[in-house]
Antibody, heavy 120, light 106 residues
Framework: EVQLLESGGGLVQPGGSLRLSCAAS????????MSWVRQAPGKGLEWVSS????????YSADSVKGRFTISRDNSKSTLYLQINSLTAEDTAVYYC?????????????WGQGTLVTVSS | EIVMTQSPATLSVSPGERATLSCRAS??????LAWYQQKPGQAPRLLIY???TRATGIPARFSGSGSGTEFTLTISSLQSEDFAVYYC????????FGQGTKVEIK
């Protein structure tokens, strides 16, 4: 059974940083592209960043480029999102999601999300 | 950036009735279109990919159609568990989501 479990969210002050993690199990992690998608309170889904199975290719939305960094450790079956220079607009639930067929594909499994709240 | 526009924003339907949700892309996405269902407090769940292929375990009452810029998700006979928010997503050029359609009980 595919499981994705996010962690690392919390309350952070504007300008602060966090590192989110997504622990994967139930599938061959290194064969799947992975992504982060966020959802602000009461709003829709916004794609944030994606990474290939090997980690050699990464893509990020313009809204987070230069502030967010996606990475992965295939030996630990874990996906990461380093988020810096946080603003109130980054307040959201952050979901990790897998793509069996690599980049340029849909998101077949999702974690339950971790809430990031940016506030002073 | 490809903009995805869903309509209507809210759809009021009685149980057992058919629901038809629309999604339009600002430029062609071929058949690289997925639909997701999200219930309150839950993560999204993949329903349809490739515009018309049901994901594993998705009931046959869910069907998708369309290609290019116009897409439709049809729920043939709404069950109580189908009341939720539905999002379309294009994955032809990066990834973008529509703003969602809420299907509520009439």
């Amino acid at each position: 059974e595919v499981q994705l479990l996010e962690s690392g969210g919390g309350l952070v002050q504007p300008g602060g940083s966090l590192r989110l993690s997504c622990a994967a199990s139930g599938f061959t992690f290194s064969s799947f592209a992975m992504s982060w998608v966020r959802q602000a309170p009461g709003k829709g889904l916004e794609w944030v960043s994606s990474i290939s199975g090997s980690g050699g290719r990464t893509y990020s939305a313009d809204s987070v480029k230069g502030r967010f960094t996606i990475s992965r450790d295939n030996s630990k079956s874990t996906l990461y999102l380093q988020i810096n220079s946080l603003t109130a607009e980054d307040t959201a639930v952050y979901y990790c999601a897998s793509s069996r067929w690599g980049l340029s594909s849909y998101f077949d499994y999702w974690g339950q999300g971790t809430l990031v709240t940016v506030s002073s | 950036e490809i903009v995805m526009t869903q309509s209507p924003a809210t759809l009021s339907v009685s149980p057992g009735e058919r629901a038809t949700l629309s999604c339009r892309a600002s430029q062609s996405v071929s058949s690289n279109l997925a639909w997701y269902q999200q219930k309150p407090g839950q993560a999204p769940r993949l329903l349809i990919y490739g515009a018309s292929t049901r994901a594993t375990g998705i009931p046959a009452r869910f069907s998708g159609s369309g290609s290019g810029t116009e897409f439709t998700l049809t729920i043939s006979s709404l069950q109580s568990e189908d009341f939720a928010v539905y999002y379309c997503q294009q994955y032809n050029n990066w990834w973008t989501f529509g703003q969602g359609t809420k299907v509520e009980i009439k």
